[in-house]
């Protein structure tokens, strides 16, 4: 039998609690992601092909694209709080923990502080670097603003935003002149690998966002938001979601076929049971998915696809040798 005495939190337990109500927040796992997939990029891609150690670059970069992509987590969270109740209950860090006042001025201190990191990274040769974060920044607001409740321009510009990851990186090692294909071999090869990647970012995460709007389709609607379940049923998304993986899949296909000539042979294993049998396996469950648990495990999954292709750059560190 209990005596009835509340003892209260320490100041300790309150600091530990709101440290990780904060990193909760800003989506550590996720940003965790956005340093490997730039670290990949930059280590597997970049120094293989051009032989170079361009570091101080390559942390302001990372500096850059994880402070703004905190801000457009947190200001994601300050608009969707009451969505969030609905469709996430258990993961409601501002009820729970967060003062909103606090919340908006991390964002705006964090979007500062990724802009001027970028300006620090390029510097104003590349002006338009630095301008195109700006615009991220707007475009992370407007999105949780407006962009994510109109029908499908959410999901694009999400999609965008993941390729830009990898991009960026690109567009800061190289030139408006080289990216053209006018710098010789090794820029072309740059190229076609940085365009690559962030096609497969684009095409997955399009395919994620339309699984994660059938999840959240409950609360979506309760607010007044225009997903594409909501507007046109759960049916014609998953028949807009099928496509994509099909294209995708084919794409995945003959790339290995492509790769073969290389014989990468152990890309084209690591690819095949990694990539290609889990898009397999989403393709098939999505048929079947009714249940926000479905459609909640079919996110993750691909997610975890998004995690093994973003990695596959590695062969590109063994392998890197077109002939």
Known sequence: MGTGIIIPASPQDKCMKLIRA??????????????????????????????????????????????????????NDYFDLNIDQINKPQENVFVRSV?????????????????????LAVGLTKWYLIAANIFVVLLLWFYST?????????NIVISILTAWTVLILFFAFTTPYDALGSGGDTAVKFFRVAFLYAGFAFVISLIREAIKDMQDIEGDARYGCKTLPIVS?????????????????????????????????LAVIYNSIFIIVPLVYVLFKLSKAQSSNDFAFLSRLTKFIMFTGIASMIFFRIYFNYG
């Open 146 to 154: 407006s962009f994510k409740k109109q029908l499908l321009i959410g």
């Open 99 to 119: 003062n909103r006042r606090w919340a908006i001025l991390w964002h705006f201190l964090f979007s500062f502080m990724g802009i001027l990191a970028t300006a």
């Open 233 to 265: 049923g759960v049916r014609t998304t998953k028949i807009y979601t099928i496509v994509w993986l099909v294209v995708l899949l084919g794409s995945m296909i003959i790339l290995q076929l492509y790769v073969l000539m290389f014989k990468w042979w």
């Open 22 to 75: 904060f990193f909760k927040l800003i989506r550590w796992p996720n940003l965790v992601f956005i340093i490997l997939t730039q670290l990949l990029f930059y280590f597997c891609v970049f120094q293989p092909l051009y032989g170079s150690n361009d570091l101080r670059t390559l942390v302001w970069l990372i500096s850059a694209s994880v402070l703004i992509a905190a801000a457009g987590y947190i200001i």
